[in-house]
């Protein structure tokens, strides 16, 4: 029965520990990068002060192969007998790279429940710095909680390190092992014992411990990690004790949290409260940077206070300087104030601020360009604005914690402007133009010198003015390999976007082999006074297997002033590139258009007339299935589309070239799924393979089976399978069942499908070692065999007798042992051994440990022995 922890064994505790020169308790290391290579590390210890053992300085060994002995600057004696340490040096490494920093002292303090024998364990603490300017400077995270706490017998314990990265930076938490000398893990450490489970959640950092089951003292470890643009840029790891005791307090509890997301300028207020049923009084603690902060602080008072129940306020006038990607964590820890054991509650919450959407103002286009303008926004702590532009109307609806503009909602970043009093923007698509007849959404954020981006502004969208001819119509007429024709026809410009034309005009056709073809060749000229001229029949050119793109130039033709006006209108045929397969055809479109086709109807003919089979909406693939393979079939697409912007065409239709196709098994059927399980006693793998598609199923005519040893070796052809009915493969390998298998089909005429994944299977331990032999020369049972596969590399096996004698060792995995030592057979007994296995597994060679009893009966007429001593 455990009992309660009085103040006489308290004493007596106390006194066994100060008669150890033994004072380590807890403690981390942290960094600030001052400059490139130099960085400023504090290592923090806390130490038991009733210990004589004191640290006036400690080694800091870098991890660059140099060690300083580091004085120490301040010391803070805390209640329950700890004393904080700090010291603090300045070190430059010798170039890029990644630096373990390590502190080690002797010892840790004594007690420790899960360290065994922790008053001759050497206390130990690192830290991982990566140097590297690439990343930009980077100091870790702060720990502002400090590492050591009460828990209670029975009761949840929580402790989080209200860890705060200066740079924004995101954090993650895991478990980790305390350790010893040269950082090494300490040899059979355990977690502390819990009667549901003991974690660390990687998200907040709460260290739950659900629920202590023993009292005493514990110390555990956790690592902190710095993520930036989803790389791990450092580690910290705290080594902090914890004091688990029996009482019959209870411990106080916090009122409910919540997260928030503010803007910059917002003002905060939350109150909190804490209550406790025992009705001892309450201090409300809260832990963040956004207390520390130099600009913009916030408060944290005290409302009232009374037995049981204690109210404090939470205020944060936010400011500019606050902004950034990650949100502020926030530590509420609620203390009770009970004469037999303090106790805490700790919960946390976050806060998000985030900067204000601008206000975009205006969106004009001007030739084939557009220029933006937005109002002032109001602070000189941002380092200026992007520009996002994406095709067509967005439906993105702002969310309330989402910093830039999310990728989902399709806009692309085209510009930046620098500057926090920039108000305006011209986009110029890189000086290469924007293109008409399309409608073009804007929105713009405001950065900040750490790179955050404010909330998006509001939307606005702009077309381009149509000053120059749009092409609607590139149409095949007629499919002919040297006959062939198509229509070409645009649309006559509503403006001139130059400057003032006169007139006369004339149009200049130029065509292109290809969907985007360079070699533009001129192929007519169309005079015309009034622009209506608009339709081109293009006739004697091969629309069988080629495709073409045009080019149409609007000139101003008066004599003595001829000039381009505005940007040539460009656009290709509809090509349609049919390829046969096992009873279908696939089609891949290709086209270059400056509008956007919604539809692609396909038609085939039926030896009578041509009938629509199917369609995509905008899709350029289709497949027509269910075929006869060895019959042709002949095709056309339609494409319908328009352009986005106002006054631009609408539905546009334009035909592809006729194309005819013979459908052909040149395809292989699917991959089976594959699953493995081996008979570990019996020394066999069955493999297991089926196909889920009923029309592929039809289609197969058998199998290949592949199979591999080890994973770094190739696959080869274990068996073909010339029935497909057949759905199971028993694979008997001597002495070893590991191994990795994969399967492909094959079709009638010999078509073979991809394998499948590779299926491992390496869960059979097979090197046992007899219990019984009798070395009495009757030719039975007169060696010590181990039982083992090919895959024991080799063995340390010694054998002692009762004196702990060595009377045989061998690293022969089968041992065989004559039972002689000396050159004498060894008297009947009891034989104790100790064996390591080295054994190759699919994961490479791996170590495992035996450890047993071998029953010597050296009588004549002895019987045979059992089987014993598996792994």
């Known amino acids: 029965m455990i009992k309660r922890v009085s103040s006489a064994i308290l004493l007596l505790f106390l006194i066994i520990s100060s008669a150890h020169a033994t004072h380590n308790r807890a403690g981390e290391i942290t960094y600030k990068q001052i400059s490139d290579l130099t960085y400023e590390v504090t290592v923090t210890t806390f130490t038991y002060t009733l210990s004589k053992a004191d640290r006036p300085s400690l080694d800091f060994e870098w991890g660059d192969n140099s060690i300083s002995n580091v004085s120490r600057i301040s010391e803070t004696y805390l209640p329950n007998n700890y004393k904080k340490n700090v010291y603090v040096s300045r070190h430059t490494y010798p170039g890029p790279g990644i630096y373990k920093i390590v502190m080690q002292d002797p010892n840790r303090n004594y007690g420790v429940l899960n360290i065994p024998n922790s008053v001759n364990v050497v206390f130990s603490i690192s830290t991982i710095l990566i140097a590297n300017s690439s990343i930009g400077l980077n100091s870790t995270p702060v720990l502002l909680n400090p590492p050591y706490d009460k828990a209670a017998l029975g009761h949840i314990f929580i402790h989080n390190p209200a860890a705060y990265d200066p740079d924004g930076d995101s954090l993650s938490y895991k478990l980790a092992v305390c350790t010893k000398e040269d950082a090494k893990p300490i040899q059979n450490y355990t977690f502390p014992p819990a009667s549901h489970k003991f974690y660390v959640d990687s998200i907040s950092g709460d260290l739950v411990w659900d629920a202590p089951t023993a009292i005493g003292i514990y110390n555990v470890a956790m690592e902190i990690q710095e993520w930036r643009g989803g790389i791990k840029i450092g580690v910290v790891i705290r080594d902090m004790q914890i004091e688990v005791y029996e009482t019959d307090n209870n411990p106080p509890v916090t009122s409910p949290l919540n997260d928030l997301c503010v803007e910059a300028g917002d003002t905060v207020t939350m109150d909190i409260s804490a209550t406790d049923v025992d009705l001892d009084s309450i201090r409300l603690i809260a832990t963040s940077g956004i207390f520390t902060s130099t600009t913009c602080p916030a408060t944290f008072t005290t409302l009232n206070s009374a037995p049981g129940l204690t109210t404090a306020r939470l205020r944060w006038v936010t400011c500019h300087s606050n902004v950034r990607h990650q949100p502020y964590d926030i530590i509420i820890k609620a203390e009770d104030n009970n004469s037999e054991l303090q106790l805490v509650d700790i919960d946390n919450m976050s806060i998000k601020v985030l900067g204000p959407p601008p206000v975009l103002a205006d969106v004009t286009p001007h030739g084939n360009f557009v220029q933006l303008t937005w109002a002032d926004y109001g602070t000189t702590e941002i380092s ?358 994969a399967i492909s089909t094959f079709d009638a005429i010999g078509n073979e499908s991809d394998t499948s994944a590779m299926v491992c299977v390496d869960y059979c331990n097979v090197y046992e070692i007899p219990n019984v032999f009798t070395p009495n020369g009757d030719d039975f049972n007169d060696f010590l065999v181990a039982k083992t596969s090919a895959l024991v590399e080799r063995v340390e096996f010694k054998l002692f007798n009762r004196a702990g004698v060595l009377v045989f060792s061998t690293e022969e995995p089968k041992l065989n042992w004559d039972g002689t030592y000396k050159g004498k057979v060894v008297p009947t007994g009891v034989y104790y051994y100790d064996c390591e296995v080295f054994e190759r597994r699919i994961s490479g060679l791996e170590q495992f440990h035996l450890s047993g009893f071998v029953h010597v009966l050296a009588e004549k007429g002895a019987g045979p022995g059992v089987i014993e001593g598996k792994k």
């Not at 959404?441 to 955050?452: E, Q």
């Open 384 to 741: 200026g604005f992007s520009i996002y532009r994406r095709e067509g109307t967005s439906s993105l609806v702002i969310d309330s914690c989402y910093d830039g503009i999310p990728p989902s909602a399709g806009f692309t970043k085209v510009g930046y402007a620098s500057g926090y009093n920039t108000l305006t923007f011209t986009d110029t698509n890189n000086g290469n133009g924007l293109g008409a007849g399309k409608e073009y959404a804007y929105r713009i954020v405001a950065v900040y010198p750490n790179g955050t981006e404010s909330k998006p502004s509001n939307e606005i969208v702009t077309s381009l003015i149509t000053g120059v001819p749009l092409i609607t119509h590139v149409s095949i007429r007629t499919t002919s390999p040297a006959n062939g024709s198509l229509t070409l026809s645009w649309q006559k410009p509503h403006h001139l976007d130059t400057i003032p034309a006169n007139g006369p005009y004339e149009y200049k056709i130029y065509r292109a082999e290809g969907i985007t073809g360079t070699d533009y060749q001129l192929i007519n000229t169309l005079p015309t006074a009034d622009l209506n001229d608009t339709v081109y029949i293009d006739t004697l050119i091969n629309t069988l297997d080629k495709e073409w793109v045009y080019k149409i130039e609007l000139y101003n033709a008066e004599t003595g002033n001829v000039f381009l006006i505005g940007e040539p209108a460009v656009a290709s045929s509809l090509f349609a590139d049919a390829s046969p397969g096992d009873r279908k055809v696939r089609f891949e479109l290709k086209r270059n258009v400056p509008w956007i086709n919604t539809a692609y109807d396909f038609y085939r003919y039926d030896g009578t007339t041509w009938q629509l089979i199917g369609g995509t909406a905008g899709q350029l693939t289709f497949v027509d299935n269910n075929l006869v393979n060895g019959t042709q079939y002949c095709y056309y697409v339609v494409s319908t589309g328009g352009y986005q912007g106002t006054e631009t065409p609408k539905n546009l239709i334009n035909l592809s070239q006729q194309v005819c196709v013979t459908p052909v098994d040149n395809e292989p059927p699917c991959v089976p799924v594959l699953t493995v399980s081996s008979q570990c006693d019996s020394l066999y793998n069955t493999v297991r393979w089926t196909v889920i598609d009923p029309l592929c199923y039809e289609d197969v005519a058998g199998y290949k089976l592949y199979y591999k040893q080890t994973p770094e070796e190739v696959p080869g052809l274990l068996i073909t399978i010339n029935d497909r009915e057949v759905h199971k493969y028993v694979h008997s390998v001597p002495d070893y069942v590991a191994g990795c298998y």
